[in-house]
């Protein structure tokens, strides 16, 4: 697998499909003459799908019943073998009237190969940032490049090789959410229950062989240890040495895997971090009082390339679906508070920032997840989105397993600093150093600013908490010319001493909250940040005035926001200098499923602020939104 770099707001990932796959792709394209007209379209569709599945399976059921006449004689064979009798006749049942309702031919016609050249397939931002959020929710996926190669196996072998399917299905069962289970329940009860035994059969006779391979390892290490130690002594000897070696205690080393002394490491920063926070916000306040945090203008380059001034984010009018949740925002400006105290009120180098701002973060979220996990919080009332997964003890999982937990493990600490922090020091300099591509002009999406100047993305940024600025420091690497310093704006101090409920309580409680934001933190949200996104801040309006009158599900959100967009796109369409963000937005008006990343993330924020309340219904698992009415009482921090 091989992933092109991703750059925020414009991202575009490229995935290189191996020869194998590939192959087997074309074969089927050029068999199912009805379905896929060439490659692209058999991985465009399985990817959709995929995606689907996980985010709407009723949409998921729906596009089943349309591929349904699409299918060969040995698929619907099989099929038939795994459902029971009345099952698989009301499925054929349903396939009808729902293809004979939207005018689908049972018998459809072919649409013609096309022998289309092979190239990298490319996964536009929103539909990746869907992807990641998968990643983040189902552990079936360790990572990005793991999602799309396990649709495309899955695909692949259910058009190719159908009988083969249902052990990846079996694979697959565990992490099905509620939702999958109720609608598959619904539409396929006698079917459900008989692959739910199969499915714990075969993960108990799974989980006793690795168990069994697990015993295996340990007694083999014990034995060459004991071995390697006899080959010092004496034959005599053995015997007491062969105690010594059973009996001993393990050494640090041996006690602890790679992933544990990452947690351990993690626990301390977090801990620092909270022990500092009375000294931090009294030296925070000072340097503000002193104006020494003060808010610069856009960066400029000289005659000489030096940049002198702030690094600029881009304009892009809502906040990015990435940036999901405002705590983890919350963590980094308080790492940043910290570094800057320590450092007499000056800038800190960059990359130390994102280092130490993820390990705190990974702090937090193994104590924070812990907790989720044991009151089995749902997600609409988990605190820890947003935060990185935490580590895992990989010390008896084969090679294979271990280098999909650590791709995942590794991709989550990418996506946090990315998202969170900012982007790496390298990417920016690739980007200040390129020139604008021809697909990039057409689409008119800006990478620098009217000063030739790179913009900087990031959460950070792009919410005024921070100061990015260059030095120059190596004219002869033309890669890498420039480093990165950051401070706090005026803003970011402001939104620092705000106190906050995980991170004062931490000392005594380890992060075991119920609430993520303080009211004064959710208020300057509101009222500092929100307004700086003019699309984003017509949302929060347009909710708030909505759920007055009633209480709504995702779909009437949906449409209250399509609205939202025409409202901004019209407005825009009136200036004589439109947004340069205009024809990307424009786009919804083509496709309405793009709101759903940008509604899914700003519902996630506004229920975390507390403005609005989020439920999830126990029988669809679909989500119901009201408006939260506050009181003037802080929020309980409920103890178990």
Known sequence: METGQPTLKTQVTKFKIDTTRASEIEAIAKDIKTMFRDWHDFVSESIAFTITWWTDPNSALDNSYEWFPHYTDEMKAEMQKQMKKNDYKNFQEA????????????????????????????????????????????????????????????????????????????????HLTEKQKELFKEKH???YYSIEARAQAYHEQKRKQEEKSKETIKQESITNKITKELERVVINDRKTVVEEIIQQPPSLSESYSE???????????????????????????????????????????????NIHGKLPYDEYPTIWAFYSRFFPVKVVVSVLADMIADNNGEMVEYDQLREKAYNVALGLSEEIKDYEEKWRR????????????????????????????????????????????????????????????????????????ENGIAYFDGALNAMGLANFVVEKVDEKNDSSPYKIMVGLTPKGAEFYRKRNPVLVNYMDRRGHVDVALFPSESTFIKNDIIPKFSLEEMFVSKIEKELKEKTLGAKEIDSAFVTVVIDWLQKEEKKDVKSSWYSTINGIRSDESLITPWRVATMGRLS??????????????????????????PPKIIKH
């Open 189 to 191: 009860p006698d079917t």
């Open 378 to 449: 749902k997600r609409n009332v988990k605190i820890s989105a947003g935060l990185p997964q935490r580590p895992i003890d990989e010390r008896y999982l084969s090679p294979r397993k271990r280098l999909e937990k650590m791709n995942k493990f590794n991709s989550s600490k990418d996506r946090f600093q990315n998202h969170f922090v900012g982007m790496s020091e390298e990417t920016w300099n690739k980007k200040q150093n390129s020139k604008p591509d021809q697909k990039s002009i057409e689409n008119k999406k800006p990478t620098k600013n």
């Open 95 to 174: 396939v009808k009237k729902h293809n004979d309702e939207y005018g689908i031919s049972m018998t459809p016609r072919e649409v013609g190969f096309e022998d289309r050249e092979y190239s990298h397939y490319r996964i536009d931002s929103l539909r990746l940032g869907m992807i990641n959020d998968i990643v983040d929710e189902i552990d079936l996926y360790p990572s990005t490049e793991s999602f799309f190669d396990e649709a495309l196996d899955l695909m692949i072998t259910w058009w190719k090789r159908p009988t083969e399917a249902m052990p990846k299905f079996l694979e697959m069962f565990p």
């Open 608 to 633: 975390e602020m507390g403005i609005v309340n989020w439920e999830i219904e126990r029988k669809t698992g679909s989500s119901q939104f009201s408006l939260h009415i506050p009181t003037e009482e």
């Open 259 to 305: 992933s544990e002394v990452i947690a351990r490491d993690a626990e301390d920063a977090v801990r620092t971090l909270c022990a500092q926070l009375n000294d931090t916000s009294s030296t925070i306040s000072e340097l503000s009082l002193e104006k020494k945090i003060t808010e610069l203008s856009d960066a400029k380059m000289d005659q000489d390339s």
